[in-house]
């Protein structure tokens, strides 16, 4: 019997500490990256030198992962002629984001207005980690020709090669019968990649082999709110296809009609914002124009859209640019200023707790005809007030807990730091016991520990007792 309570105390001992490890391999995600932020350049080409940057990240005013950064630069003109400088903020954000909000651009104390850009839809920007080892997160940010996708933009600007809103689209919409139980259907296609190009939209799953033959396919199933229920469409563009080109069951049925480009898209938009003001109706047209151009002019035959065909507007990444113009007299020095608020990452790649990670490309910075003499500070917010790690040397102020470095040259290195609430990661025990996600077991998994030790002491007790009673 004792055996038994033993090893029954055992298993709950065993079982207590692997749903630990449990809940802390599975606590949350590594790494949540927010998207790097980037230092000044020229649009085009320049004859300024940078005779000095100070860089600030300032984390005292809001919450840990919140950083207010103003990059102050002392340029120079160094010709006889007056200059006309285009400068370049590039950037890496989403519609949804209040970035933009925050941003201020000054020169010599006085603001300046700016163009906002949205030069190209950042693809690529799948959550990658871990950031700070310079993975292809910043890789591919580095990569960023922000100068070609600047040309490119301004010569589409007023231009579209390949699409025009008075172009005839031919829609064809497929009805399947709804059924008491979920079933399959799978609608077949064949065009001709010279002359047509296909976009589909309501369904889950493709297959194709990229010339012009593929399998649409979804799953049917009764829905109560017909409102809710998806058409299955295709959108054909440059010439028609008739049906000898598809192959669906002989339950389904299609019906195909042409319909001007411009009415499906104000269509579209109209969907995506029946709820929303349509204040910006008309960069939402835009941007489903130029998508569609850009369709159109690559090498794909066949897209699938998305449910929300305006979801990559508000929520996907974007490649921007703000864009300002500054006036340099003959051999004259101007002080320009950007101050924006950026969100740092959440890293716990190596700790228990997450830290406030932030990347800072300064690789744009090479565009200047010169750069000299840098100096880096940052001060950290009072819950993570260590500089845990950094890509670059930075020295703590022993007076105000501040971190600063000097260069008198543009570091090779792009900076990456990340503050934290220790001087040091966690090891061992302490690594373990100091994830804030084990409190959420440590009391329930202390009251059945309780419960199992109160448990064994009775039973132990009156097994005792009942031996001496035997014996008497």
Do not use: C
């Not at 919140?66 to 102050?72: E, F, G, K, L």
């Not at 890496?92 to 163009?115: C, H, M, Q, R, W």
């Not at 890509?391 to 008198?408: C, F, I, K, M, V």
């Not at 900076?415 to 609430?421: K, P, Q, S, T």
Request: aromatic share 10%; no cysteine.
């Amino acid at each position: 019997m004792k055996g038994r309570i033993v090893n029954g105390l055992l298993l709950g001992i065993i079982m207590v500490m692997f749903s630990l490890r449990l809940t802390y391999a599975n606590a949350g995600p590594i790494i949540a990256e927010e998207d790097p932020v980037f230092t000044m350049m020229p649009a085009g080409t320049t004859e300024i030198v940078v005779e000095e940057e100070l860089l600030v990240f300032d984390f005292r005013k809001d919450d840990p992962y919140s950083v207010d950064i103003q990059a102050v630069y002392t340029m120079k003109n160094g010709t006889d002629t007056t200059v006309n400088q285009k400068m370049m903020f590039p950037l890496i954000t989403i519609p949804a984001s209040n970035f933009l909000n925050s941003v201020s651009i000054s020169v010599d104390g006085k603001p300046v207005g700016f163009e906002a850009m949205r030069l190209q839809d950042y693809t690529e920007s799948q959550r990658i980690s871990p950031l700070h080892n310079y993975d292809d997160y910043i890789t591919r940010a580095n990569m960023l020709d922000m100068n070609e996708l600047l040309t490119t933009w301004n010569k589409s600007d007023n231009e579209l090669n390949y699409f025009n809103l008075d172009d005839e689209i031919q829609l064809i919409t497929f009805n399947a019968p709804r059924q008491n139980e979920r079933y399959e259907i799978s609608i077949d296609y064949q065009i001709n990649p010279a002359i047509s190009k296909l976009m589909a939209s309501g369904f889950t799953f493709h297959s194709r082999d990229n010339k012009g033959t593929g399998s649409f396919g979804k799953w049917i199933q009764n829905i109560e709110n017909e409102e809710n229920i998806q058409k299955i469409e295709f959108y054909v563009l440059g010439e028609p296809i008739d049906e000898e080109q598809l192959k669906f069951p002989a339950s389904v049925t299609m019906n195909s009609k042409t319909i001007k480009a411009g009415k499906l898209i104000d269509h579209w938009v109209e969907e995506r914002i029946h709820n929303e003001p349509a204040k910006n109706e008309e960069e939402y047209v835009d941007y489903l124009v130029r998508k569609i151009d850009n369709f159109i002019a690559s090498d794909e035959v066949v897209a699938q859209l998305n449910d929300d065909i305006l979801e990559p507007y508000f929520y996907h990444s974007y490649v921007g640019a703000l864009i300002y113009d500054v006036n340099f007299a003959p051999e004259s020095v101007r002080e320009i200023t950007v101050e924006y608020t950026a969100r740092a990452s959440r890293d716990r790649t190596d700790t228990s707790r997450y830290g406030a990670l932030v990347a800072y490309l300064l690789n744009p910075a090479r565009e200047w005809k010169d750069f000299k003499d840098l100096t880096i500070h940052i001060y950290p917010h009072h819950e993570q007030p260590y500089l845990l790690e950094s890509s670059l040397a930075l020295e703590e102020n022993q007076h105000d807990g501040s971190y600063t470095a000097y260069y008198e040259t543009l570091p090779e290195e792009n900076l990456v730091f990340r503050m934290y609430h220790r001087d040091k990661a966690e090891t061992g025990l302490l690594k373990t016991f100091s994830n804030p996600y084990i409190l959420l077991l440590i009391i329930p998994v202390g009251l059945v520990l309780a419960v199992l030790g109160v448990v064994t002491l009775v039973v132990v007790l009156a097994l005792k007792k009942n031996h001496m009673n035997l014996k008497e």
